[in-house]
């Protein structure tokens, strides 16, 4: 077999398996929702369709730079104008240019229909995140027993009892979730739903000092009633910084509208639940 054939053939290959782990990885859940319900299509989990994809990337990478090496004078022909002379910006090179740069600026700027395909796939994730259900924190999987009750408010002897009685293995309080996860066949999100009862009840709901899993997804509404925040005081806050302050809206409505982000109103928001 020429070296030529296969170079081509491991080009197509390589595309068709890149076009198929592309659009897994479109619409495969956010990393904290996909690690903590243990996410998995044709039984790979996101991390391993990441790497896939990444190692098939370079095998066309390599495939494309031996097929160009192959293909060095008709691609030279297709750079030539009619005098024949070598011509960088022929009208062919040109458009294929101005494509890209319509696409990228498009992108950068967010202007359909670019990111009309970046909200559809935002849609999919966070229908996914509904399905499936968030992690109370960002990565709380890689949390030890003992750090994850703490941070959950938990009682940590009544989540071991707990454990105990279900029968789940574990060989101390400093093993993560994700291991206890991994060595009893269930989910993070499994394994606190069986410690979840063991939650200590306080009076009244403390707003955290980290945004939450979700948190951009939650209406202004929905976030002061749970926290037991003063909406009218929350909305004046935001509008003394140039914030809408529709509490029907999302956190992330908010502040796309707004030109800020996220992380912005939950700062004022914090400020106004601790006085500060």
């Known amino acids: 077999m020429k070296l030529r054939k296969i170079t081509a053939m491991t080009m ?136 994850f009750a703490r941070k959950t408010d938990l009682d940590l002897d009544k989540a071991r009892r707990l454990l105990d ?8 309080d400093q093993e993560t979730i994700a291991e206890i996860a991994r060595n009893n066949d269930l989910t993070p999100k499994q394994v606190y739903a069986i410690i979840q009862p063991a939650e200590i009840h306080r009076q009244g709901t403390v707003f955290p000092d980290d945004p939450p899993s979700g948190f951009g997804r939650r209406t202004l509404a929905d976030i002061c009633a749970e926290y037991d925040l003063p909406l009218a005081e929350v909305r004046r806050a935001l509008k003394t910084k140039g914030i809408g302050t529709d509490p029907a809206k999302t956190v992330k409505q908010l502040a796309e509208e707004s030109g800020q982000s996220p992380m912005t109103l939950f700062e004022i928001i914090h400020g106004v639940a601790t006085g500060t």
């Open 12 to 147: 197509l290959v390589s595309f068709v398996l890149l076009v198929v782990t592309s659009i897994i990885l479109y619409i495969v859940p956010h990393g904290r929702v996909a690690y903590w319900s243990d996410w998995r299509l044709w039984g790979l989990s996101k991390t391993q369709w990441g790497n896939l994809h990444i190692n098939l990337g370079f095998l066309f990478l390599l495939a494309g730079f031996l097929h160009i090496y192959y293909n060095w004078n008709p691609i030279l022909a297709y750079m030539k104008n009619r005098a024949r002379e070598l011509k960088i910006f022929t009208p062919s090179f040109s458009l294929a240019l101005v494509l890209a740069i319509v696409v990228s600026i498009g992108t950068l700027a967010e202007i359909p229909p670019m990111s009309t395909i970046i909200d559809f796939g935002e849609s999919i994730k966070d229908a996914a995140a509904e399905k499936y259900g968030e992690p109370p924190y960002g990565h709380a999987e890689l949390s030890s027993l003992k750090m």
């Open 165 to 172: 009685e279900a029968g789940v293995r574990y060989t101390s």
